[in-house]
C-alpha cells in the first residue's frame, strides 16, 4: 500500500510538472507569433487586402516562368509537353497583371475620397512612398549590376545612364539597348515609375471632371473619364503602330521631327500602358462602391465574381491563341479552328495587351468577388510571402537565372527539372535577403509619411 501511495504521488508531481511546462509552453507562444508577426513581411498598404498579394504572386509567377521556359529552350532541355510550354511562353502576360493591381492599390486612397468624401491624399506624400519604395532596389541593383567591369561607364554613355537612373530609359532606344543588356525586365520600371509621377494628376482630373459627388450625373461623368484614359491610351498605342507599320517597321521613337518627340514622350519603346492602368483605376473604384460601401450584396457578389472568373480564363486562353498568330509567342498549332481571333499583328499592338490587362481586371474582381475559399487561396501565407518580395524577384530573377543557366545548363547531367528546383532556392534565398536588408528598411521609414490617424489604421487587415 505505501508503494502504491508513493507511486501515485510520483505521478501527481509530474503531471504537476508536465502542467507548469506546458503553461509556460503556452505563455511563450504569444512572443513566438509576435517574433514571427514582426518577421512576416507586410505590403505596408493602409488597409492590406489579402488576396492582393495573391496575385502579385501570380503576376510574379508567370514571369519567372516564362524566363525559366525560355533559357529551358534556348540550352535545349525539355521543358515539357506543347501545353506547358505554351503557357509558360504566355508568362509575359504576368507584366500586365502588374500593371493592374498597380492602377487598382494605387488608385484606392483617391477612390474613397471620391466616392466617400474622406480627405484628398497628398500628392507630396505619395511621391515620397512611392521613392522609398522603389528607388532604393533599383539604384542597389543598378550598382550591382552595371560597376562590375565598368564596361558600360563610359563618356559616350553619359546621356542614356542619365535616362537609367531617372527611369526614363524606354524614351531612348540607347537607353533602352543597355538596360536590356543589364536586366531586361527594368524595361516596365520605366513604365510603372511614369505611371507614379501622373496617378495624382489624373485622379486630380477625374474629380474635376466627376464634380460634386451624389447623384446619376457623376458616376456618368467619373465612367466617362474612364473611357475617355482607356480611348486615350488606345489612341496614342494606334497612333504608335501606324508609325511603325509606315516607316518600314521603324520604332516609333525613331519617327522623324514632332512626331518622334510625341512618341519619346508618350509612348516610348514599348508604350506607357495608360489604357491597361485604367482598367486597374476602373477596379478600385468597382471595389469602393461594391465592398466597401456594400451597393453589392454577398450573395450578387459571389455570382458576379465566378461570372468575372470564368470569363477571365476564356478571355486569357483566348488571347494566347491571339499572342501567337500574332507572332508574340512561339505556339507551334494548327489554327483553323480559332480564326474567329485577330491574326493581324497591328491589330494586337493596339487591343492585344489592353485585352489582356481587361482579362485580369476580371480576373482580380473574381477573387475578390468571389467564394471565401478562392479568397482563402489567394491568401495562403506562402503565396503572399512570394507577392510581398515580388518586387525584389523581379529585380533580381533575370540576372540569377542568366548566370545559374550559363553555369548548369550547358551540362548534360542538368534536367529542366533540376533547374527548376535550383532556381526557385536560390530566388527564394538571395531575394528574402534584398527584400529585408534593402526594401523592409525603406518601408518601415514609410509610415512617417503617413499622418498619426493613418498609422493608426495600418494595423486593420481588410480580408475581403
Not at 22 to 41: D, N, S
Not at 127 to 141: D, Q
Not at 145 to 153: K, R
Not at 390 to 410: A, D, G, K, Q, R
Amino acid at each position: 500500500m505505501t508503494v502504491l501511495v508513493n507511486q501515485v504521488g510520483m505521478f501527481g508531481k509530474r503531471t504537476t510538472i508536465a502542467k507548469i511546462q506546458t503553461q509556460e509552453h503556452l505563455r511563450g507562444l504569444p512572443a513566438i507569433r509576435a517574433l514571427f508577426k514582426r518577421l512576416m513581411p507586410s505590403s505596408s498598404a493602409m488597409r492590406e487586402i489579402a488576396p492582393v498579394d495573391g496575385m502579385r504572386a501570380l503576376a510574379i509567377l508567370l514571369v519567372i516562368w516564362c524566363h525559366i521556359s525560355v533559357f529551358g529552350t534556348t540550352y535545349g532541355l525539355n521543358v515539357g509537353p506543347g501545353p506547358i510550354r505554351y503557357l509558360g511562353d504566355f508568362g509575359f502576360s504576368g507584366v500586365f497583371l502588374f500593371f493592374v493591381l498597380s492602377g487598382f492599390l494605387l488608385f484606392l486612397p483617391y477612390a474613397r475620397a471620391l466616392l466617400d468624401n474622406q480627405p484628398w491624399p497628398s500628392a507630396r506624400k505619395f511621391y515620397l512612398r512611392r521613392t522609398l519604395r522603389i528607388l532604393p532596389l533599383y539604384y542597389v541593383a543598378l550598382a550591382v549590376l552595371l560597376l562590375p567591369g565598368g564596361g558600360w561607364l563610359r563618356p559616350q554613355n553619359i546621356v542614356p545612364l542619365s535616362f537609367i537612373v531617372l527611369l526614363l530609359h524606354d524614351m531612348r532606344w540607347d537607353a533602352s539597348t543597355i538596360i536590356s543588356w543589364v536586366d531586361g525586365p527594368f524595361w516596365t520600371l520605366a513604365v510603372e515609375w511614369q505611371f507614379y509621377l501622373l496617378l495624382p494628376w489624373l485622379a486630380f482630373a477625374l474629380a474635376k471632371v466627376a464634380g460634386a459627388q451624389g447623384g446619376r450625373a457623376f458616376f456618368l461623368r467619373l465612367t466617362g473619364g474612364l473611357v475617355s484614359l482607356v480611348l486615350l491610351g488606345l489612341s496614342i498605342r494606334w497612333l504608335a503602330a501606324v508609325t511603325y507599320y509606315t516607316w518600314g517597321q521603324a520604332q516609333p521613337i525613331n519617327a522623324p521631327g514632332v512626331l518622334g518627340f510625341a512618341m519619346r514622350l508618350f509612348y516610348g519603346i514599348k508604350g506607357k500602358y495608360l489604357e491597361v492602368f485604367t482598367l486597374g483605376i476602373a477596379a478600385s473604384v468597382i471595389y469602393v462602391l461594391a465592398i466597401e460601401r456594400g451597393y453589392l450584396s454577398m450573395q450578387r457578389r459571389k455570382m458576379l465574381g465566378a461570372l468575372a472568373t470564368i470569363i477571365a480564363v476564356a478571355g486569357l486562353v483566348a488571347c494566347m491563341f491571339w499572342a501567337a498568330q500574332a507572332q508574340r509567342i512561339p505556339l507551334a498549332l494548327g489554327t483553323s479552328w480559332w480564326l474567329f481571333v485577330p491574326s493581324n499583328g497591328e491589330v494586337w499592338e493596339i487591343l492585344g495587351e489592353w485585352t489582356l490587362g481587361l482579362c485580369f481586371v476580371l480576373l482580380l474582381l473574381g477573387v475578390l468577388f468571389g467564394t471565401p475559399g478562392m479568397q482563402r487561396f489567394f491568401s495562403l501565407r506562402p503565396l503572399r510571402y512570394i507577392g510581398i518580395i515580388s518586387y525584389s524577384l523581379y529585380v533580381w530573377h533575370y540576372p540569377i537565372l542568366t548566370l545559374l543557366s550559363s553555369t548548369f545548363l550547358p551540362s548534360a547531367a542538368t534536367s529542366y527539372l533540376h533547374f527548376i528546383a535550383l532556381s526557385a532556392v536560390i530566388l527564394l534565398l538571395v531575394c528574402s535577403g534584398s527584400y529585408y536588408l534593402i526594401e523592409r528598411p525603406f518601408i518601415r521609414y514609410r509610415h512617417t509619411a503617413h499622418t498619426p490617424a493613418q498609422q493608426e489604421m495600418a494595423s486593420l487587415t481588410v480580408q475581403s
